[in-house]
């Protein structure tokens, strides 16, 4: 009980605050396109990525995330389109959404610079069963579900080449506001937009090593900035070894595997260092993904980016 008790202080404050409001991913470097729509076609293939993330593990209502996203070049390698599903639960509430993308692409000598945007709908749901009242005066039919449908749309740009990129991206631009049903006007939730930073490189280090170091800086109105600075090295064109230090939060080991060419699994353990710590063993998180008609190349290419 004093485990969930803790969470939901630290939960529960920020749904009418600004706070950090989507999901966190750990392996962000390895599928950009989770936060950034102009990611889309660029590496060359019909693309996916199932994810899964168990958030706080030892702590009841933590954050539990799976996404499934898909996206794929069209029209000569200048335009792409792009699928985002996703399934966000905390504590009583379940957030799900499907988000189409549509991305375009411009040669800039050896760089490539493309535009992207992404649109959908967001599905929010609350479970009054699992909520507790102060005043029990101010229960309200504690009973069943209740849930809302948003509009949400997001923009984003990315600027790449075979060792670099970059990219820009805004989501939640409406910023609208998510009122349940039969509950106080003023008990709603405004989703914040959210400003996201990225850029990295793939560097070689001999023959079969590459080093990626990365970062990812995360931002929403008055609210703390948030940071993710990544090193990782690829041996042999097939083992990524890495870690991650996450601004306030703690360490992220992560590793990816390339089964071929075309399939790839990884995983991240986040090592909580935080106050969290002493009721969590961690935060875990698994990938699987595929690249269909890529074209292969041996020298480093923006598939590692």
């Keep these: 009980m004093k485990k969930y008790l803790f969470v939901w202080a630290v939960l529960l404050s920020p749904l009418l605050v600004n706070a950090q409001q989507d999901a966190i991913y750990s392996q962000y470097m390895f599928n950009p396109f989770a936060i950034n729509p102009a990611y889309a076609g660029s590496r060359d293939a019909l693309s996916g990525v199932l994810l899964m993330r168990e958030q706080w593990r030892g702590i009841e209502g933590a954050p539990s995330t799976q996404t499934f996203s898909l996206h794929s070049p069209i029209g000569g390698n200048k335009m792409a389109l792009g699928l985002n599903l996703f399934n966000d639960g ?3 509430t379940k957030n799900t959404g499907a988000l189409a993308s549509y991305a375009y692409h411009l040669r800039l ?8 945007i992404r649109g959908g709908i967001f599905n929010s749901r609350l479970d009054r069963s699992k909520l ?4 029990q005066a101010d ?5 069943g579900t209740v849930n809302t449908i948003v509009p949400t749309f997001d923009f984003g740009s990315y600027l790449y080449s075979k060792r670099f990129f970059a990219g820009l991206s805004v989501s ?3 910023e609208n506001q998510i009122n349940y049903p039969n509950f106080p006007s003023d008990a709603y ?3 914040r937009r959210h400003f996201m930073f ?6 070689p280090l001999g023959k079969n090593t590459v080093i990626k170091p990365s970062i990812l800086v995360k931002y929403v109105e008055n609210a703390p900035v948030n940071f993710d600075i990544n090193t990782s090295f690829l041996f042999n064109k097939v083992f990524w070894l890495g870690a991650s230090y996450r601004s306030g939060n703690g360490i992220v080991l992560i590793t990816e595997y390339n089964i071929t060419d075309f399939i790839r699994i990884g995983y991240s353990y986040d090592i909580v260092m935080n106050p969290l710590k002493q009721f969590t063993t961690g935060t875990h998180e698994i990938m699987a993904g595929f690249d269909l008609n890529l074209k292969k190349t041996k020298s480093v290419s923006p598939r590692y980016l």
């Design 90 to 92: 905390v504590g009583p």
């Design 109 to 116: 000598g050896k760089l490539k610079l493309s535009f992207g």
């Design 172 to 174: 939640h631009l409406l």
């Design 189 to 191: 939730v405004v989703m």
């Design 139 to 143: 229960r309200f039919n504690n009973t």
């Design 198 to 203: 990225t850029s990295g490189a793939a560097l």
């Design 132 to 135: 507790n009242y102060q005043n």
